[in-house]
């Protein structure tokens, strides 16, 4: 069984950076797919980023490219999700979730409110 805990939200104006992390515990971590999920009020939930914990593939969505960076530390079982640049679309709850190997994502963190203001 997989925990994940999700820290660095917060209050931002546009412009300006976060930094999301997500600690993880429990299970082979080195064979999941972590990503970073969000859900805006009223909007469905979309993927943001994703990294797979073994080979460091990682996907973004074309929303977030050259302006967020998902990154992992094996060391302290911890991903990140540096957010740079940020818009006031970028607004919303953000998820960490975790995948064993190619599964669906079926481990949850708690979210995170990330608010952008203009």
């Known amino acids: 069984q997989v925990q994940l805990v999700e820290s660095g939200g917060g209050l931002v104006q546009a412009g300006g950076s976060l930094r999301l992390s997500c600690a993880a515990s429990?299970?082979?971590?080195?064979?999941?797919?972590m990503g970073w999920f969000r859900q805006a009020p009223g909007k469905e939930r979309e993927i943001v980023a994703s990294?797979?914990?073994?080979?460091?593939?990682?996907y973004y969505a074309n929303s977030v490219k050259g302006r967020f960076t998902i990154s992992r530390d094996y060391a302290k079982s911890t991903v990140y999700l540096q957010m740079n640049s940020l818009k006031t679309e970028d607004t919303a709850v953000y998820y960490c979730?975790?995948?064993?190997?190619?599964?669906?994502?079926?481990?949850w963190g708690q979210g995170t409110q990330v608010t952008v203001s203009s």
């Open positions: 979730a975790g995948a064993f190997e190619d599964n669906d994502y079926e481990y």
């Open positions: 429990g299970g082979t971590i080195s064979r999941y797919r």
């Open positions: 990294i797979r914990w073994s080979s460091g593939r990682i």
